[in-house]
T-cell receptor
């Protein structure tokens, strides 16, 4: 049981380039989330999904896109990278059960845009 | 939407001392309040949580208290140890399956031997 797996762990992009951060979970969790973490700013929600085929914007969605074609995978797409997107990105998931609110986080992906 | 304020941003204590981190929230509908610990370079991990029908919860050296009237909750760590050094995040949500967590900005706790 690997939990939540993110790739890549590190990436350097040039301004204007595009890339996809991959996230997959093997816990059969319905809910998945993408957060970004900037120093001193906590965790900000980018996008989330409550099940395959359903996605919704979080607090800071501009410049990002997501898709959820399967229960397991929730990739985050950056179309035109900007220096403001330099951050650490965390994918997380949780069970649908109403009593199970615990988020399981991936190890994070550190992205630098130069 | 929900807004969570967390204080202090940094906290330095001596080993064995107690540490208290405080959070306030804005949405009176919030009823689930977890605390996550993030060690340097690692992922956040849940350490304790509390629901609004409970005023206090303890787990060994850590405890969380909740004051719904004042809309604030606190994390208490007793007998701190160097391995408690980390960033601690509070969060709030309405607790339903569809709800999302709103996090505070974090507190860096440094425990000196």
């Amino acid at each position: 049981n690997a939990g939540v797996t993110q790739t890549p762990k590190f990436r350097i992009l040039k301004i204007g380039q595009s890339m996809t951060l991959q996230c997959t979970q093997d816990m059969n969790h319905n809910y998945m989330y993408w957060y970004r973490q900037d120093p001193g700013m906590g965790l900000k929600l980018i996008y989330y999904s409550v099940g395959a085929g359903i996605t919704d914007k979080g607090e800071v969605p501009n410049g990002y896109n997501v898709s959820r074609s399967t229960t397991e995978d929730f990739p985050l797409r950056l179309e035109l990278a900007a220096p403001s997107q330099t951050s650490v990105y965390f994918c997380a998931s949780k069970d649908r059960d109403i009593g199970a609110n615990v988020l399981t986080f991936g190890a994070g992906s550190r992205l630098t845009v130069l | 939407g929900e807004n969570v304020e967390q204080h202090p941003s940094t906290l330095s204590v001596q080993e064995g001392d107690s540490a208290v981190i405080k959070c306030t929230y804005s949405d009176s509908a919030s009823n689930y309040f977890p605390w996550y610990k993030q060690e340097l370079g690692k992922r956040p991990q849940l350490i304790i949580d509390i629901r609004s029908n409970v005023g206090e919860k303890k787990d060994q050296r850590i405890a969380v208290t909740l004051n719904k009237t004042a809309k604030h909750f606190s994390l208490h760590i007793t007998e701190t140890q160097p391995e408690d050094s980390a960033v601690y995040f509070c969060a709030a949500s309405t607790g339903s399956g569809y709800s999302t967590l709103t996090f505070g900005k974090g507190t860096m706790l440094l425990v000196s031997p």
